[in-house]
């Protein structure tokens, strides 16, 4: 079966500590993404990549980094500078990088900050 | 600003007929996607709309009006297991997506 896993399901991290999401699709899809969920509010865009070795910066990238090594694993470390990282992470991905594309998202992880 | 206003929570009847709406204000439009979303799980794809008009598939339906800046979930033949939140999200002209807050969904017997 096709389709977008993420892991760990949920997540605790001390303050203080850098932690790792991870994402992978066997959609062959070119484009990934990672957004942060809070309550009440719309999804809001942390990182894309459009194609592997490369990404963008999406509107709330302070505090985070990814990289693309392999078409497959878009990975997301949450790190010690994101001032308020308890939240529910989803990973998508589309065919082609454009936004008319539609996004399939991963079971997402929720992180929570202790 | 860009925005999109969708209501927060509604209520219906099992058996019954909703509508969900969702306005919008962004900085042009390329499409409008609506996903639903049960708690604590994926959003998942329901349907999208480009042009004016009516798309059918099934119980659901979603309507658009550019001129309106205005969209519609319909959701017929309500079943117990449509209780989520439905998300809609607009790309703009910079073909950036942006997404409402969701409308949580909740049916009862």
């Known amino acids: 079966d096709g389709g977008i896993t993420q892991s760990p399901k949920y997540l605790f991290r001390k303050e203080g500590q850098n932690v790792t999401l991870s994402c992978e699709q066997n959609?062959?899809?070119?484009?990934m993404y990672w957004y942060r969920q809070d309550p009440g509010q719309g999804l809001r865009l942390i990182y894309y990549s459009q194609i592997v070795n490369d990404f963008q910066k999406g509107d709330i990238a302070e505090g985070y980094s990814v990289s693309r090594e392999k078409k497959e694993s878009f990975p997301l470390t949450v790190t010690s500078a994101q001032k308020n990282p308890t939240a529910f992470y989803l990973c998508a991905s589309s065919t082609i990088a454009g936004a008319t594309d539609t996004q399939y998202f991963g079971p997402g992880t929720r992180l929570t900050v202790l | 600003g860009q925005n999109i206003d969708q209501p927060t929570e509604m209520t219906a009847t099992e058996g019954a007929i909703v509508q969900i709406n969702c306005t919008y204000q962004t900085s042009g439009f390329n499409g409008l996607f609506w996903y639903q979303q049960h708690a604590g799980e994926a959003p998942t794809f329901l349907s999208y709309n480009v042009l004016d008009g009516l798309e059918e598939k099934g119980r659901f339906s979603s309507f658009l009006s550019r001129s309106k800046g205005y969209s519609y979930l319909l959701l017929k033949e309500l079943q117990m297991k449509d209780s989520a939140s439905y998300l809609c999200a607009v790309i703009n002209s910079n073909y950036q997506l942006i997404w409402g807050a969701g409308t949580k969904l909740i049916i009862k017997p």
């Open positions: 959609l062959n899809h070119d484009a």
